[in-house]
């Protein structure tokens, strides 16, 4: 018996030599539809044999260059800027037509003559009126004026007064007291933090009694300014 061998050929010709067929996508068109071909970005190819190609692709960090990042950092602070209102050194966000609330961005008051924002109803708050019948005072909360419970209440359980000042009325503690040492009665800018008693015997005094007591009354100041800083240094 006569066995003749023959002798096996192997060769590569290309990707059609192994069967895949024209219709098949590439490695080369597969990486066309990559997202780096796509985005422009350099490509590092790799050959590790002669049947398989590996396509690289570079880390996007490390390709972007330095004045890039810098411009997508001006970029955002320029759409930050131009999200804020137009007017000179305000640096609120715009409501309307490039502008605040509070330089005329919003809705104006319906009252004519009135170029102040909309805050209730149609009007401004100096011109909303309080809603309790038969009152023509201008509302401050909730529709209603100080006199009609408008205002914040009073933080002391059993009162319900309208606070004036850190949470308290007046009979609570509330407001600017009387500068006349032992006097608790309230006091005013107008009558230059004094009581009305105070004021008008300041007024019908003489320069020095007026003296005599301004001189008392920083005095009294520098003392507490001195006891605080004793506080906070011991």
Not at 38 to 59: C, D, G, K
Not at 164 to 169: I, L, R, T
Not at 180 to 185: A, D, E, L, S
Not at 217 to 222: H, V
Request: proline share 3%.
């Amino acid at each position: 018996m006569q066995v003749v061998a023959h002798d096996k050929v192997t060769s590569f010709s290309g990707p059609h030599s192994l069967g895949v067929s024209k219709s098949e996508p590439t490695a080369a068109d597969e990486c066309k539809f990559g997202l780096h071909f796509i985005l422009n970005m350099p490509i590092r190819h790799t050959r590790q044999s002669a049947l398989t190609r590996t396509a690289v692709v570079a880390s996007p960090s490390a390709q972007i260059p330095q004045g890039a990042k810098q411009t997508l950092k001006l970029s955002k602070e320029e759409k930050k800027r131009r999200r804020t209102c137009r007017h000179e050194g305000c640096n609120n966000y715009i409501v309307h037509k490039g502008l605040c609330c509070r330089h005329g961005g919003g809705k104006k008051c319906s009252l004519e003559g009135c170029n102040s924002s909309a805050k209730h109803r149609g009007l401004c708050w100096k011109h909303v009126p309080c809603k309790l019948d038969g009152c023509d005072k201008k509302a401050k909360a909730r529709g209603l004026c100080w006199a009609h419970g408008g205002g914040t209440k009073c933080r002391n359980a059993e009162c319900s007064k309208v606070a004036v000042s850190n949470g308290f009325c007046w009979a609570h503690g509330g407001g600017k007291r009387c500068e006349v040492n032992g006097c608790i009665k309230p006091a005013y800018g107008r009558t230059l933090n004094l009581c009305e008693k105070h004021f008008q015997q300041m007024r019908h005094a003489t320069y020095f009694e007026v003296y005599v007591s301004i001189i008392v009354t920083c005095q009294r100041l520098f003392m507490l300014v001195m006891t605080g800083l004793t506080i906070l240094l011991s």
